[in-house]
């Protein structure tokens, strides 16, 4: 049965038989019309008209070489120079040694010994020859993307997967050219003209590929993927692949970029490989201009570590991974300092990275729509542990949080923050809320709006980080805040320099214009703490009495100073 099927499968093809002596022409015909459908040709004229008659359904040409006419060397010649030929495999009947590397150098794929073999070698021949060629058909479809002639993307990593095995030392590079907002152009300008871009790039590219030995191809749409020993000056690389790309194709609102992973590390996967350069290439992604990035490992490492805390977050919070830290505030306006307030400052204890400060994860959360959830925890973890003292170790003092910009969009806010305090029996002036100067310049009409009806509610509001923004005197005047804590940039430097001196007595008289109390943190040594106390600022905070603490260690400080 499966005999059958396999002689069925070959039955249909034609096979031309091109030999001057009838004899030969029916011992072969015979043996052949087993399996084919054999078209007989007297010589090699004669044999390519018989071609031109039916060019796309001759499957193998059988050809003998000396013939009247046209002998078959002339033939086989013919057949390579004519690309609809080209295709179809010939085996050549001699037994000439010499003849057959003649034979082989115009294109023959094999011979064919005269006399005629077994009749069985010989259909075996011409099944191999068929297949085989069907085969390289086959490839070539799949092997070349038609659009540009680069290979296609499974042919391309095939084939760079071979390279790295017969070269293992050499120092490769990794290479991704996108067209600048493709999608866009097309509908600008139609498909063809997209199309022509591509073929551009992919000229571009093969002429790279002439210079440098590597290999290419255009994957999904706009992306290219070079693959070549590693280039010495990208800069120059980059620049004349724009420039010639800009003379091509003179339209300055079509842009390259280019992403570059260099010196590629064999030990990852090749499509890794690819994936860093397109990493490198995706930073280019809102630029106009045509441009090139260097894939930067430092880099990616920061954005995989933010990536994973983005991703850890809400099950960082369900574990309790975040803890309130709290720095002691004193007020200095009396003969001794006393322990007047704190602010809760969130600290990460990872269970792999250890100890993460809000200076890394604050910004990158807000970034990505997080904070609000955080800030939600923090100020409940601070309620949570106000009435604790208050009920436990009957001391306590109220507690600022901070409040971030995202917060104030949230309509919500003032209701989430009083029944935080309704849950925990706390009252307004319990917490206090910072919310730094930036957040005011940002959006001054709902941040008043907001700001006063907390107002009316008891809470004390701080104006955080002042003088770090832009706030002007004007806008200041018709704030509603408690207080301003002075940014610690300017309490770094009073101590050395003038100018920053005088500023902070200015910002002094602004809060005494404003009638608020001012605050200065990041206060670190006896030096600073008695220019701020002569120049009338009240309340202190900063690592001269204390950093931020543990809240075990903060009730301590509580017990001993209360
Ligand atoms: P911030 O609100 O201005 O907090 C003051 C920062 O100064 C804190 O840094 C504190 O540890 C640090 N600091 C205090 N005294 C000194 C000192 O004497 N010297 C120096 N060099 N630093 C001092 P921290 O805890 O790293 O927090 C950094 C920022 O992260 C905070 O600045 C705040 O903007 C933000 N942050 C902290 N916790 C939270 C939170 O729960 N929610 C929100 N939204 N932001 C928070
Ligand atoms: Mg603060
Ligand atoms: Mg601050």
Redesign the pocket.
Do not use: F, R
């Given at each position: 049965m499966k005999e059958i099927q396999r002689r069925e499968k070959y039955i249909h093809r034609k096979v031309l038989l091109v030999d001057d002596e009838p004899v030969n022409r029916q011992i072969l015909g015979l043996i052949i019309q087993q399996h084919y459908n054999v078209i007989c040709a007297e010589n090699g004229l004669d044999g390519l008209r018989k071609l031109s008659e039916a060019p796309n359904t001759i499957s193998l040409i059988l050809l003998d070489l000396i013939m009247p006419e046209m002998d078959g060397y002339e033939m086989l010649k013919k057949i390579q120079e004519t690309k609809e030929y080209r295709r179809i495999p010939v085996i050549v009947l001699t037994s000439d040694k010499d003849a057959e590397v003649k034979c082989l150098n115009l294109g023959a794929s094999d011979f064919m010994p005269k006399p005629y073999e077994d009749p069985k070698v010989i259909l075996a021949r011409c099944k191999k020859a068929i297949q085989l060629a069907e085969d390289r058909i086959l490839i070539n479809e799949n092997e070349r993307d038609s659009l540009t002639g680069l290979y296609t993307r499974l042919f391309f990593l095939q084939y760079a997967k071979q390279h790295d095995c017969y070269c293992h030392d050499m120092s490769m590079d990794a290479i991704v050219i996108n067209i600048n907002r493709f999608r866009l152009v097309n509908s600008l300008y139609g498909r063809a003209y997209g199309d022509r871009l591509l073929q551009t790039i992919g000229s571009l590219i093969a002429e790279i590929l002439n210079d440098t030995d590597g290999i290419a191809c255009r994957c999904e749409a706009d992306t290219f993927y070079i693959y070549c020993p590693h280039i010495q000056d990208h800069d120059k690389f980059a620049r004349s692949f724009i420039s010639k790309f800009e003379k091509a194709v003179e339209n300055s609102r079509i842009t390259l970029r280019l992403g570059i992973y260099e010196y590629v590390d064999r030990t990852l996967s090749l499509e890794h490989r690819l994936d860093m350069a397109k990493n490198a290439c995706s930073k280019l992604r809102n630029t106009y201009k045509s441009d090139y990035n260097i894939y930067d490992s430092l880099l990616h490492e920061k954005e995989l570590y933010n990536e994973k805390l983005i991703h850890e977050m809400d099950r960082a919070i369900a574990e309790k991974q975040f803890k309130v830290f709290f720095?002691p505030k004193y007020d200095i306006t009396g003969d001794k300092p006393r322990l007047a307030s704190a602010?809760?400052?969130?600290r990460w204890i990872h269970p792999e990275f250890g100890i993460i400060?809000?200076?890394i994860f604050?910004s990158l959360f807000e970034e990505n729509g997080l904070?609000q959830k955080?800030?939600r925890y923090?100020w409940n973890e601070t309620a949570a542990q106000i009435k604790d003292w208050k009920e436990r170790v009957k001391r306590y003092v109220p507690v600022s949080?901070?409040?971030?910009r995202t917060d104030i969009y949230d309509l919500d806010l003032i209701d989430k923050i009083k029944s935080i305090l309704n849950e925990h029996d706390l009252s307004a002036s319990d917490m206090y809320l910072?919310i730094?100067e930036s957040a005011y310049t940002d959006n001054t009409r709902q941040i008043v709006e907001t700001v006063n009806e907390l107002r009316s509610l008891g809470f004390k509001i701080e104006m955080?980080?002042f003088g770090s923004g832009y706030s002007s005197l004007s806008m200041l005047a018709n704030l509603p805040i408690d207080a301003l804590k002075l940014d610690?940039q300017f309490i770094r430097n009073i101590t050395r320099s003038q100018k920053d001196h005088n500023l902070l007595l200015v910002m002094l008289q602004i809060a005494g214009f404003l009638n608020v109390k001012t605050v200065a943190?990041?206060?670190?040594t006896r030096e600073q703490y008695e220019i701020l106390k002569e120049a009338g600022c009240e309340i202190i905070?900063?690592?001269?009495f204390s950093?931020?603490l543990p809240a075990e260690d903060f009730e301590k400080l509580l017990i001993k100073e209360m």
């Open positions: 720095q602010e809760a400052l969130i400060s809000p200076g604050i904070l955080l800030d923090v949080v901070n409040v971030s910072e730094t955080d980080d610690m943190e990041g206060v670190e905070q900063g690592y001269y950093k931020p």
